[in-house]
C-alpha cells in the first residue's frame, strides 16, 4: 500500500525567495533616481508655477502672518519674516541645483584634465601635483569650504568655487591612477609607436578609459556638495539672505523650535535629507553597474 504524501505546508510557513543583493541595489537605485528627479523637476518648474499664481514669491517678506501654521493657504506655514515655507522650500531646491552643479562640473573640468596629465607624463610634474592633491584632499571638506567662503565672498559663483575646490582632489587622484594603469596597454603602446601626439593619445585613446568611475564620483560629490552648502548657509557664508537656501532657512527658525514652531525648520530639512537620499542612492547603484566586479570581491 502506498504511502499517502504530507500535506503541503500553510502558506504563512513556507520559505520565501531571498532578494539578491542585485535586485536589492537595482531598487534603490530606481528609487534613488525618482527622488533625484522629482527634485529636478520641481527646480525647473518652480518659476512656472509661481508665475501661474501656484506658488508665492519666496523673497517677499512680512506681507504674510507672522508664524502662521501649516493649513490650506500655507501649507507648509510661514517663518518669523513673514515668508512662505512652501514657496522658499520649492525654490531652495533650484538654487541647490544651480551651485552643487556648478561645483562638481568645475572641479571635474580641472581635476580630470590634471589627472591625465599627470599620470600620462609623470616625473617630476605627476609628483608635485600629487603631493599638492594630496594636501589639499587631507584637509576637512566643510573647513575648507568655510575658509573659501570668508575670501570669495557670498553668491552662487562664489559659493560654487568654495565647494569645488574641495572635490578636485577626488577627481584628480580617480583619474591618475586609472591613467597610470591603462598607459602600459598594448594598444597605447601602439598609438605612441605609429607616432601619435600626446594630444591624440590622450583624447583619442585614454580618456573614455580613465572616466568610467566618474559618473560615480560625480553624483556622490553633488550629494556631498548639499550638505556642504547647506552647512555654509547654516553658518551664514552661503548665499545672500534673500535668496531661498535650505540651510539658512534652518539656522533662521532655530530661534523659535524651543516655542513649538517647528514647520519652518522641518520641510527645509526634509527636503535637503531626500534630496542627499536620492543622489546618494543613484551613486551607489551607478557604481553596483560600473564596477560589477567589486561587488562580486565583496
Same mark, same amino acid.
Given at each position: 500500500?502506498?504511502?499517502?504524501?504530507?500535506?503541503?505546508?500553510?502558506?504563512s510557513?513556507?520559505?520565501?525567495?531571498?532578494?539578491?543583493l542585485?535586485? !536589492?541595489?537595482?531598487?534603490?537605485?530606481?528609487?534613488?533616481?525618482l527622488?533625484?528627479?522629482?527634485f529636478?523637476?520641481?527646480?525647473?518648474?518652480?518659476?512656472?508655477?509661481q508665475?501661474?499664481? +501656484?506658488?508665492?514669491?519666496?523673497?517677499?517678506?512680512?506681507?504674510?502672518?507672522?508664524?502662521?501654521?501649516?493649513?490650506?493657504?500655507?501649507w507648509?506655514?510661514?517663518?518669523?519674516?513673514?515668508?512662505?515655507?512652501?514657496?522658499r522650500?520649492?525654490?531652495?531646491?533650484?538654487?541647490? +541645483?544651480?551651485?552643487?552643479?556648478?561645483?562638481?562640473?568645475?572641479?571635474?573640468?580641472v581635476?580630470?584634465?590634471? @589627472?591625465?596629465?599627470?599620470g600620462?607624463? *609623470?616625473?617630476?610634474?605627476?609628483?608635485t601635483?600629487? $603631493?599638492?592633491?594630496?594636501?589639499?584632499?587631507?584637509?576637512?571638506?566643510?573647513l575648507?569650504? !568655510?575658509?573659501?567662503?570668508?575670501?570669495? @565672498?557670498?553668491?552662487?559663483?562664489n559659493?560654487?568655487?568654495?565647494?569645488?575646490?574641495?572635490?578636485?582632489?577626488?577627481?584628480?587622484? !580617480?583619474?591618475r591612477n586609472?591613467?597610470?594603469?591603462?598607459?602600459?596597454?598594448?594598444?597605447?603602446?601602439?598609438?605612441?609607436?605609429?607616432?601619435?601626439?600626446? +594630444?591624440?593619445v590622450?583624447?583619442?585613446?585614454? $580618456?573614455?578609459?580613465?572616466i568610467?568611475?566618474?559618473p560615480?564620483?560625480?553624483?556622490?560629490n553633488?550629494?556631498?556638495?548639499?550638505?556642504?552648502? @547647506?552647512?555654509?548657509g547654516?553658518?551664514?557664508l552661503?548665499?545672500?539672505?534673500? !535668496?531661498p537656501?535650505w540651510g539658512?532657512d534652518?539656522?533662521?527658525?532655530l530661534?523659535?523650535?524651543?516655542?513649538?514652531?517647528? +514647520?519652518?525648520?522641518?520641510?527645509?530639512?526634509?527636503?535637503?535629507?531626500?534630496m542627499?537620499?536620492?543622489?546618494s542612492?543613484?551613486g551607489? *547603484?551607478?557604481?553596483?553597474?560600473?564596477?560589477?566586479r567589486?561587488?562580486?570581491?565583496?
Open positions: 500500500m502506498a504511502a499517502t504524501p504530507p500535506p503541503p505546508l500553510p502558506l510557513w513556507r520559505p520565501r525567495p531571498r532578494l539578491s542585485a535586485r !536589492v541595489s537595482g531598487l534603490l537605485m530606481v528609487a534613488g533616481l527622488l533625484t528627479a522629482v529636478i523637476f520641481i527646480a525647473v518648474l518652480a518659476p512656472a508655477f508665475a501661474a499664481g +501656484w506658488l508665492q514669491d519666496p523673497t517677499t517678506a512680512l506681507q504674510n502672518p507672522i508664524h502662521q501654521p501649516p493649513d490650506s493657504h500655507y507648509f506655514g510661514t517663518t518669523r519674516q513673514g515668508y512662505d515655507v512652501f514657496a522650500t520649492l525654490f531652495g531646491s533650484q538654487v541647490a +541645483w544651480q551651485v552643487v552643479l556648478l561645483a562638481t562640473l568645475l572641479s571635474l573640468v581635476g580630470v584634465p590634471l @589627472g591625465m596629465v599627470s600620462y607624463l *609623470g616625473g617630476r610634474l605627476d609628483r601635483l600629487l $603631493f599638492l592633491m594630496d594636501t589639499i584632499y587631507t584637509l576637512p571638506g566643510l575648507l569650504s !568655510v575658509t573659501l567662503a570668508f575670501v570669495v @565672498g557670498r553668491g552662487v559663483v559659493a560654487a568655487i568654495a565647494l569645488s575646490i574641495a572635490y578636485i582632489p577626488q577627481y584628480y587622484r !580617480v583619474v586609472h591613467t597610470v594603469s591603462v598607459k602600459t596597454e598594448l594598444f597605447i603602446e601602439a598609438a605612441q609607436a605609429l607616432g601619435a601626439s600626446t +594630444w591624440t590622450l583624447t583619442r585613446y585614454l $580618456f573614455l578609459n580613465v568610467q568611475s566618474v560615480v564620483l560625480f553624483t556622490l553633488a550629494a556631498d556638495a548639499i550638505l556642504v552648502l @547647506g552647512g555654509l547654516f553658518l551664514g552661503g548665499l545672500p539672505e534673500q !535668496v537656501e539658512a534652518i539656522r533662521q527658525a530661534d523659535a523650535l524651543p516655542t513649538g514652531i517647528w +514647520w519652518p525648520a522641518l520641510f527645509p530639512g526634509l527636503a535637503l535629507t531626500l542627499v537620499t536620492g543622489l542612492l543613484l551607489e *547603484g551607478l557604481n553596483e553597474a560600473i564596477n560589477p567589486q561587488r562580486q570581491d565583496s
